[in-house]
């Protein structure tokens, strides 16, 4: 079965800070990769996706930066945290059949 | 572009009410429609999904119809649970969704027992 693994869960961190975020998925072959951002209240605002290692697409941009070192890893970044980056960071995956997104348990940012 | 409109913002019920969820989409051909649901601190999960005109997708007590005569995959069930309170997203995805879904604002369910 395919599990799909995120961390840190929580984060607080002062503005102008950097962040990494990370994302592995387990029991699935070059999966398709995806963040999405929720604001707090918010809808799924998606961030960055991946068809293959080292490629990676931008959707909207938010001072953030997204990699995918490894076919089972997908990293988002910053190197200056804003107030704005707050929120709840959640990672995605979706198999060749291009079925349906299966999301981890989410990432709880706090930049103060 | 593409894009996903849930009416209601939040919807207050009484256990055993029906529960009914609009959803209309804008989109080019035949979008994939999907429903999830999120409950507090926790990812979204997958309730179904259609890619057909009249298709119904169900899960768990919920159901919903892809209309593209009304560009519409309304949420429905008919007797709601205190546990059913959560966030529904309705979301689309187009042609070529490797490259992602698009999302509704989502509605906020609170049933009352």
């Known amino acids: 079965a395919q599990t799909i693994h995120q961390w840190p869960v929580a984060e607080i961190k002062a503005v102008g800070s950097p962040l990494s975020l990370g994302c592995t998925i387990k029991?699935?072959?070059?999966?398709?990769l995806y963040w999405y951002w929720q604001a707090t209240g918010g809808t799924l605002q998606q961030l960055f996706y991946?068809?293959?290692?080292?490629?990676v697409e931008s959707v909207v941009q938010l001072n953030l930066s997204a990699s995918r070192p490894k076919d089972d890893q997908f990293i988002l970044s910053t190197e200056k945290l804003l107030l704005s980056h707050s929120g709840f960071y959640l990672c995605?995956?979706?198999?060749?059949?291009?079925?349906?997104?299966?999301f981890g348990h989410g990432t709880k940012l706090s930049v103060l | 572009g593409d894009s996903v409109t849930q009416t209601e913002g939040q919807v207050a019920l009484s256990e055993e009410d029906f529960l009914t969820i609009h959803c209309n989409y804008s989109?080019?051909?035949?979008?994939?429609l999907f429903w999830y649901v999120q409950y507090p601190g926790e990812g979204p999960q997958f309730l179904f999904r259609?890619?057909?005109?009249?298709e119904k997708g169900s899960s768990r007590g919920f159901e919903a119809t892809y209309d593209k005569g009304t560009t519409s995959f309304h949420l429905r069930k008919a007797s709601v649970q205190e546990s059913d309170s959560a966030v529904y997203y309705c979301?689309?995805?187009?042609?070529?969704?490797?490259?992602?879904?698009?999302f509704g604002l989502g509605t906020r369910v609170s049933v009352f027992p």
């Open positions: 259609a890619s057909r005109d009249k």
């Open positions: 991946s068809i293959t290692v080292g490629q």
């Open positions: 029991g699935k072959s070059s999966p398709n």
């Open positions: 995605a995956w979706m198999g060749t059949a291009n079925e349906r997104l299966f």
């Open positions: 979301a689309l995805g187009d042609y070529n969704y490797a490259q992602g879904l698009t």
């Open positions: 989109a080019s051909g035949y979008p994939a």
